[in-house]
């Protein structure tokens, strides 16, 4: 097959119709299997879970391939040239396209790249496999073909040698055995992956730490999604959209106009409104929109379709339904938890030493060591509520500054006084954030091991969600109170509860999007990273414990 076009993704093939057919055959993309030289486990995550991830590497990359696609066939120093010639070899089952195929006395393939010139073997092994298919078309030998890098703008010569060719069969090979087996390839951990657009989603070096294998890992490089959310809670405003640009509206006025380059998730409070060419625009550029209600109730996310990591959700279901794995995961998430109330505790009373606390703390050092032990989901759960209990019985006594409403407890459904209310306020926005980080990373968000499921409840973010209620939503609420940026104007009472108003809405967004762009020191690692980015740390690491990778999931705990 010869035209133009693009491949992405395997392409599965019927050889016959009817009863007894045999099994599609998969058609891999050419340039996939020569990425196996490079990194197999890359081959692995593009192919098997379907990864997309880019950098700024790959976007320049495909731009430099549309202005080359600009023109499809060009006469050039007596050189016939098409461009983007899709190609397929039925022997080796590929499928490919080839950049650049000119004749100038016989026909050869050009790939593109982007960089300086270099000697990559993976690199001659994706042109060769090219030639390989034209050949089957062409019904003639390729005796060379031709590399150019952008960066040097220079070619270099490649001649399709058997060596070269046998590796091509070799390499097909691998591929399909790495598909058949289902098992992740280990990971590099040495300079191919600096630059990598899969870092975040293979972290090399952090599997390898843990494993024993090799140093600390060096800070993460930051990703292309720097955070950023647009929160609406104007009652009765509009979310329209104006090219590339979202406009928000209050009739004919006009309260935001912002790039949506510059939106990296939406979220909407109450009676606000979107259109639907908003909602196009953000499904096709992967920006999830969450709901709440202004009491703080989670309604529910808009997102992009489900991931495509099925192998993942597997697993997932696998551990779920094994009572032992079930349990050992429930279990770090609630040590996760206690532990990190109970550094809450210590770090205020550094100041107060108060015994009250004091004594909480010794308490919940007991309940800690026994929930690491608990041999029934009953006892655990009864373990996490007494470390609760004992950590908001004190919690009151956290708050430095006078003010005209105590904490008596929690409270909640309505709640009945101001902190309660912006508790359940962060909480909401807090669970918001893990269940993105679960669907980013392809889980089943409703299917949790220590939370149960239950109809509409996105329990496996709030299994993750445990461990960063402390230092972050709780942490949020007394910060709030303690620097003076709340105050008793800030709520409101109705229907037998206590809300937060729009000025107090405003104050909580703004204080609990400090924290969680707020740089932190990874226990493990020794880098820093905002804590947002630990939400999808946490939840890569849980994947990969529940595909074997590692033994088991440690909960973020601060000192």
Do not use: W
């Not at 097909?172 to 300079?191: F, H, T, Y």
């Not at 625009?281 to 709901?291: A, I």
């Not at 299994?463 to 105050?487: H, Q, W, Y």
């Amino acid at each position: 097959m010869l035209c133009a076009g693009k491949i992405q993704g395997v392409l599965s093939v019927e050889e016959n119709s009817g009863p007894g057919r045999e099994s599609p055959v998969q058609y891999l993309p050419i340039s996939a299997v020569a990425e196996i030289l490079y990194c197999p486990r890359n081959f692995y995550y593009r192919l098997v879970e379907g990864a997309e991830d880019s950098n700024a590497h790959l976007l320049e990359g495909h731009l430099q391939e549309e202005r080359r696609n600009e023109r499809e066939r060009l006469v050039r120093e007596k050189a016939l040239q098409l461009r983007s010639v899709m190609v397929s070899s039925e022997r080796l089952q590929l499928l490919g396209v080839v950049d650049v195929l000119e004749e100038r006395g016989e026909p050869y393939p050009v790939e593109y790249k982007k960089g300086m010139r270099r000697e990559n073997l993976n690199d001659d092994v994706q042109l060769c496999a090219q030639a390989m298919a034209l050949e089957e078309h062409l019904g003639r030998d390729l005796i060379r073909g031709y590399i150019y890098y952008a960066g040097s703008h220079a070619r270099r010569e490649v001649y399709f040698t058997e060596e070269l060719r046998a590796l091509v069969e070799s390499t097909v090979r691998r591929a399909r055995a790495i598909l058949e087996s289902g098992a992740i390839p280990p990971p590099l951990a040495d300079n191919r992956c600096r630059g990598c657009a899969l870092q975040s989603r293979c972290l090399p070096e952090e599997i390898k730490y843990l494993k024993g294998e090799s140093p600390g890992p060096v800070r993460p490089v930051p990703g292309l999604n720097p955070g950023r959310v647009l929160y609406v809670d104007q009652q009765g405003a509009c979310i329209r959209r104006k090219g590339q640009r979202l406009l928000v509206t209050m009739e004919k006025e006009t309260l935001a106009d912002i790039p949506l380059c510059n939106v990296d998730q939406v979220v909407l409070v109450g009676g606000v409104n979107i259109s639907t060419p908003v909602i196009k625009l953000l499904l096709e550029s992967g920006t999830p929109v969450s709901f709440l209600s202004t009491g703080g109730a989670f309604r529910g996310v808009l997102e992009p379709s489900l991931n495509r990591n099925c192998i993942l959700r597997l697993a997932q279901y696998g551990a779920y339904f094994d009572p032992v794995n079930r349990l050992n995961l429930a279990r770090e998430f609630v040590r996760g938890k206690l532990a990190n109330m109970r550094t809450m505790l210590l770090r205020y009373n550094r100041e107060l030493h108060d015994t009250e606390i004091d004594a909480a703390v010794r308490r919940m050092a007991r309940y800690i060591t026994a929930a690491a032990g608990a041999g029934e989901p009953s006892l655990l759960l009864g373990l996490e509520g007494m470390g609760s209990r004992e950590y908001f019985r004190v919690f009151g006594r956290l708050i430095r500054r006078e003010m005209p409403f105590m904490f008596e407890g929690r409270n909640r459904r309505p709640p009945r006084d101001p902190v309660n209310a912006m508790l359940g306020y962060c909480y909401s926005m807090l669970m918001k954030d893990l269940r993105s980080a679960v669907a980013l990373v392809g889980f089943d968000p409703y299917l949790g091991f220590f939370h149960e499921a239950k109809y509409g409840r996105p329990a496996l973010a709030l299994d993750l969600m445990e461990e960063f209620r402390p230092i972050v939503a709780d942490s949020v609420v007394l910060t709030a109170i303690n620097k003076g940026m709340i105050s008793e104007t800030d709520f409101e009472y109705r229907l037998g509860g206590c809300f937060l108003n729009d000025t107090g809405r405003k104050k909580i967004y703004r204080a609990y999007e400090e924290r969680r762009q707020q740089q932190i020191t990874h226990p493990l690692f020794g880098y820093r990273l905002p804590y947002r980015r630990v939400f999808e740390l946490q939840a890569r690491f849980l994947g990969k414990v529940l595909q074997k990778e590692l033994d088991r999931y440690i909960p973020f705990t601060v000192r």
